[in-house]
Nanobody, 119 residues
Framework: EVQLVESGGDLVQPGGSLRLSCAASGFTFSMYAMSWVRQAPGKGLEWVSAITSIGGSTSYADSVKGRFTISRDNAKNELYLQMNSMKPEDTAVYYC????????????WGQGTEVTVSL
């Protein structure tokens, strides 16, 4: 079965950095675009970033553009999100998802990884 396991979430100070990872299994990872999606406390899902299957093209939500970088290592079946210059509004549970600019939950979503940016 498709499995996506996020990791790397932590408490970080405003202006700090974190690197999230997503380990994928159960499908041919290199054939699919991937996305990062987040959900802030009490809020709905927000698409964050997407990357094409080979990694040649990326896209970002306006709220994170210039601060976050999505990447992937198809040899390791892993997706990454480098988050720099973090802001309190980045506080959320972060999920990876299969597909381009994914905005809705699917059956393969994992538990996510929690990121907290202190005020």
């Amino acid at each position: 079965e498709v499995q996506l396991v996020e990791s790397g979430g932590d408490l970080v100070q405003p202006g700090g950095s974190l690197r999230l990872s997503c380990a994928a299994s159960g499908f041919t990872f290199s054939m699919y675009a991937m996305s990062w999606v987040r959900q802030a406390p009490g809020k709905g899902l927000e698409w964050v970033s997407a990357i094409t299957s080979i990694g040649g093209s990326t896209s970002y939500a306006d709220s994170v553009k210039g601060r976050f970088t999505i990447s992937r290592d198809n040899a390791k079946n892993e997706l990454y999100l480098q988050m720099n210059s973090m802001k309190p509004e980045d506080t959320a549970v972060y999920y990876c998802a299969r597909g381009w600019k994914v905005r809705d939950r699917g059956p393969s979503w994992g538990q996510g990884t929690e990121v907290t940016v202190s005020l």
